[in-house]
């Protein structure tokens, strides 16, 4: 009886310490039911459970051979479906470390990692280097990014035929620890057809929340994506009568003077170069006619209320900006922007944002030192004079050097902060500032009186990101503390407080109705949120890295995200999901902005270029092309300015459609 008792406690102790919770609890409960003896040689149960223990012991080894076949059959796979096949391996290989670690084999989980990392190095460096630092069992638990990633799923979209060959070679196999993987921790949506085209990669994997019903089940909901009722795009618009008749009317002055000098040139013998002209004129005509065209469709957006108090904007003020949208030039793929570029000199790797007034007249810096510095270019202009333009190989860009200046201070010192500033926006007039820092307080400034006027504190931890609301007034704010906050100049609380991201809160953008704010993440997802309830609408996923950028299209239809690894991504607000993915950039994209009309966009990024996109080419792909990617037009470049050496930190369309942007000459040359 004693030798049983102590055969039973050592069981015990042995599944206790191999973490088999479920066969501990049911040697107990056999134990609680029957007080007699155990014959462990005539029960079968118990016989199976011990035969079971000893397959366990194998774990590690089912693991690397189980993994290591899959990868083989994967890689030899037709190339047809390979490449369908190879998008299994990344979150295979991951569970099956993170189980190996979760069961304790530390050791051979190190081996597994560093065995097969090679395989994953280019698509998901980063996660491999934070993975790199699960070393026991209770980093799992407390490391964030790996808690996320075993509370969530992935989701891959495969065909119907890949989907079958995977499952029939689990099957033949027998490859019971990979299966169990798979089915835990990976999502498929399998379709009927041929396989997606490899470009789709960055759309058909994504990593998703615990339940991907929720995720769809949240984008059904309504959203209100036109622009204001009574706006001045409005007024605007219905005043666009007039102003079309003035064109005609010049146009057709125009006319006759080009009729007078060729009949002039025919008089003087020349008729060809007359009619040269007049080819000109006309093409010219047609792409005019082409961008007003564009514009009249951006135009054509539904009206909605304002779900905010708007505040009340002066009559001189109004009329400015109406005299700006009257005189906006109308670009299109055959009318590109004119581009004026700041670049600051002799930073000493202290500057960490900048940002642009609406006019371009001013140009803010926010530095390591806790400063705010702000440049007036009327005054740098008279101080400088010509030396200190630099003219760009883009014969319609030139750049500015913002640096000393005869030992002089060109710039307005603004102090305050007592740590890095991280983000400064100018409100929709210039008169205002706003600027964020790791102190986790947020400062706003008059460009008038060159002061601060109130401290904003609400975060906990470092405030990322600050942005205006396009009406000025409200602002918003994004935070290392996982939350989004929307505050008005008048209160020094915040108003609401948006809480749902698993990360940190990198970047933040307002819809251009202000009845929505954007916020996206190091989560690698991007939501949007009501302004009145403070609730998610709408959760974009498909980046694979740190979201560092965004932008609303003027009409609020359309909304544009860049993140760390360089990519683009185009949504539509209404259904959620992405129009097209832009790639080009090498590096990360740090800035985004919509043209007045919505017709381009502009993205700045780390690898020293601004790139202008075609948005109307990419949110009018058919359905059927989007569906099979057969389209070979959906990822148009119009074209890429290169400067030397300087990084694009922040750009900005000013309300005629000239392009600032701004950014910090690298040494690395």
């Excluded at 191999?18 to 134990?31: M, P, S, T, V, Y």
């Excluded at 006619?289 to 304002?306: D, F, I, Q, W, Y």
């Excluded at 904007?313 to 009318?335: F, H, Y």
């Excluded at 932008?551 to 991504?569: C, F, H, K, L, V």
Aim: glycine share 6%; charged share 25%.
């Amino acid at each position: 009886m004693e030798n049983m008792q102590a055969v039973n406690s050592f069981v015990a102790a042995y599944l206790k310490k191999k973490g088999f919770k479920e066969a501990e609890q049911l040697l107990e409960d056999i134990q609680s039911k029957d007080s007699a003896p155990v014959d462990f040689h005539n029960d079968p149960e118990l016989a199976k459970f011990i035969h079971r223990f000893s397959q366990w012991e194998d774990d590690v080894a089912r693991y690397q051979d189980g993994y290591s076949k899959l990868r083989s059959w994967a890689y030899g796979s037709l190339d047809l479906y390979k490449h369908e096949l190879l998008r299994v391996l990344y979150p295979v290989f991951i569970h099956s470390f993170m189980d190996m670690v979760a069961k304790g084999y530390l050791q051979e989980a190190r081996t597994f990692f560093k065995a097969f990392r090679e395989d994953h190095e280019l698509m998901h460096s980063r996660d491999l280097q934070k993975l790199e630092g699960v070393l026991s069992q209770s980093h799992l638990e407390e490391m964030e990014f790996s808690r996320s990633l075993r509370q969530s799923k992935v989701n891959i979209k495969i065909c119907q035929y890949s989907y079958d060959l995977l499952l029939q070679y689990l099957h033949k196999t027998q490859s019971i620890a990979m299966l169990g993987v798979i089915n835990e921790h990976i999502n498929f949506q399998v379709f009927s057809g041929q396989p997606s085209s490899i470009s789709d990669d960055a759309e058909v994997v994504t990593l998703i929340g615990s339940c991907q019903d929720a995720a769809n089940q949240l984008n059904q909901k309504e959203i209100h994506w036109g622009l204001l009722e009574d706006s001045l795009e409005e007024r605007l618009e219905k005043a666009g009568g007039l102003l079309s008749d003035s064109e005609k009317t010049e146009e057709e002055n125009k006319e006759g003077d080009v009729d007078e000098t060729k009949k002039r040139s025919i008089e003087g013998g020349k008729q060809g170069a007359s009619t040269k002209e007049s080819k000109k004129e006309k093409a010219l005509n047609a792409t005019t006619k082409n961008a007003r065209l564009e514009a009249s469709t951006t135009s054509a957006a539904p009206r909605v209320k304002p779900k905010l108090p708007l505040p009340l904007m002066s009559t001189e003020v109004e009329q400015s900006i109406l005299e700006d949208l009257r005189n906006c030039v109308q670009l299109s793929s055959v009318a590109l922007p004119s581009v004026s570029f700041y670049t600051f000199l002799n930073t000493h790797n202290g500057l960490n944002c900048s940002s642009i007034s609406h006019d371009g007249s001013l140009v803010a810096g926010g530095f390591s030192d806790s400063s705010l510095k702000v440049w007036d270019m009327a005054k740098l202009g008279q101080q400088g004079g010509s030396s200190n333009l630099q003219v760009e190989n883009d014969s319609s860009s030139s750049e500015q050097v913002l640096g000393p200046n005869g030992g002089k201070r060109s710039y307005t010192l603004f102090e305050g902060h007592s740590a890095p500033v991280y983000s400064a926006t100018f409100s929709p007039l210039g008169d205002f500032i706003l600027s964020s820092s790791v102190d986790t307080t947020i400062r706003l400034w008059s460009t008038k009186l060159n002061a601060n006027l109130v401290c904003y504190k609400g975060h906990n931890y470092p405030v990322w990101d600050v942005q205006f609301s396009p009406v000025g007034h409200y602002f918003a704010s994004a935070s290392h503390d996982r939350t989004a906050r929307i505050w008005s100049m008048d209160r020094i609380q915040p108003l609401r407080i948006m809480a749902g991201h698993l990360s940190d809160v990198d970047c933040v953008q307002w819809h251009a109705n202000c009845n929505y704010i954007a916020t996206g993440s190091s989560d690698k997802t991007v939501r949007l949120w009501d302004v009145q309830s403070g609730e998610c609408v709408r959760i974009f996923i498909g980046h694979r890295s740190m979201i560092l950028s965004l932008a609303m299209s003027p009409d609020g239809r359309y909304m544009a995200s860049g993140d760390e690894d360089g990519m683009i991504m185009t949504w539509d607000l209404s259904s959620g999901r992405c129009i097209t993915p832009l790639m080009g950039h090498t590096s990360c994209v740090w800035t985004l902005g919509f043209s007045c009309e919505g017709s381009l966009l502009a993205s700045g990024s780390a690898d020293c270029t601004i790139k202008l996109w075609d948005v109307t080419t990419s949110t009018k792909v058919p359905r059927n092309e989007e569906k099979s990617g057969t389209n070979p037009n959906r990822l148009r470049s119009l074209k890429t300015l290169a400067t030397k050496s300087t990084s694009v930190y922040s750009l900005q369309f000013s309300r005629r459609n000239l392009l600032f942007a701004a950014g910090v000459l690298s040494k690395n040359t």
